[in-house]
């Protein structure tokens, strides 16, 4: 039996910067930005919109109202979760009106837990193939303003609805997996922006590319021919391009693939569990590929994890995908620095008084903080 991805969609804030004016504001060469990293634009979520609204968002327009009734396992994936012990997967349940007689979890592991969830998924539809598994991926990435890695943070969430016999997408049963204890990347618990040393972690997400995929081919007598299509996690676009070139020799049909699966994280930015998935929806709207294509998705998270593993497109694909999903990008509103630099500084209460928030007319909002719990609004 054949399990994957059914639905995919994605949600984004309404807010976004040019990465150029950014880097004009910080006296910087704005080629460093947009040739550099590879970026253009960064999404930015105004306080209303948290980790939870952001991927309540995500599902409630990928979703439908049978999906509703079916679902019995939901998987948040994120590293930029509101709460140490409950799940926010317990809250999207709540708010979306999902079927309560399901599993909710929340999962982290820097920006690999959504592939991690991948796999959760399948093993668990082999023993209930007449139910679906919602996977969320949702993050906001914050490094401080005047950074070294200011010009890679981002905001958004992706949803995966995995069910047999999917519309969208095969997932195959063969991965190569690989783990080692890596100080390239982390977020103490008492800091709301992560550390990181970047060219070391540059590093690591090479290395962990080689040697998984190193391995899978090895394993699975693979050939770099064999796959029409690479995927990658995109902390930004040229990390992904250069592991590719590297380690790929890639022809130019796979580079031209490439820049395909990574117009929307330019736009975007990183916005970690969900970079590679967002990364196969600019794949899956911009790209011409062939049902049966094969498709290699490389995920890591700092730490670290990493891991190769591959899909195949379903004949038809392109009749399951909604047209109107990147009209997203239309309805964004550019902010000055000065405005985005307010909206980050901005800040939730953290001492239990009372905050309400403004509306947002976004679908989902996070709407009051009170007695140290967060209260959602479907606006």
Known sequence: MKFGIDKIGFYIPKYYIDMRELATMRGIDPDKFTY??????????????????????????????????????????????????????????????????????????????????????????????????????????????????EATQGAGAVAMLITKDPSLLVLSDKSSYFSEDVWDFWRPNYSDTAIVDGHYSNEQYQRFFNQTFEDYKEKYDRQNSDFDAFLFHIPYTKLGRKTLINYINPSKEIINTFNQSTLFNRKVGNIYTGSLYLSLISLLYNADLDANA??????????????????????????????????????????????????????????????????????????????????????
């Open 36 to 149: 550099g990293l590879g970026q253009d634009e960064m999404s930015v979520p105004p306080l209303t919109q948290d980790m939870i609204s952001l991927a309540t968002n995500a599902a409630y327009n990928t979703i439908s109202e049978q999906d509703l009734n079916d679902i019995d396992l939901v998987i948040l994936a994120t590293e930029t979760g509101s709460d140490f012990s409950k799940s926010g997967s317990t809250s999207i349940v709540s708010l979306l009106g999902i079927n309560p007689k399901s599993r909710c979890i929340e999962i982290k592991q820097a920006c690999y837990s959504a592939t991690a969830a991948l796999q959760f998924a399948k093993n668990h539809l082999q023993s209930n193939d007449d139910k679906k598994v919602l996977i969320i991926a949702s993050d906001i990435s914050r490094y401080g303003l005047d950074t070294s890695g």
């Open 294 to 379: 094969r498709i290699g998705l490389y995920s890591y998270g700092s730490g670290a994890v990493g891991e190769f593993f591959s899909m195949k497109l379903v004949e038809g694909y392109q009749d399951a995908l909604d047209p109107n999903l990147p009209h997203q990008f239309d309805t964004r509103e550019k902010l000055t620095i000065k405005d985005y630099e307010s909206m980050f500084t901005a800040e939730l209460v953290s001492d239990g008084s009372h905050m309400i928030l403004p509306d947002d007319n976004e679908t989902f909002q996070l709407k009051e903080i009170k007695g140290h719990r967060r209260y959602y609004q479907k606006n």
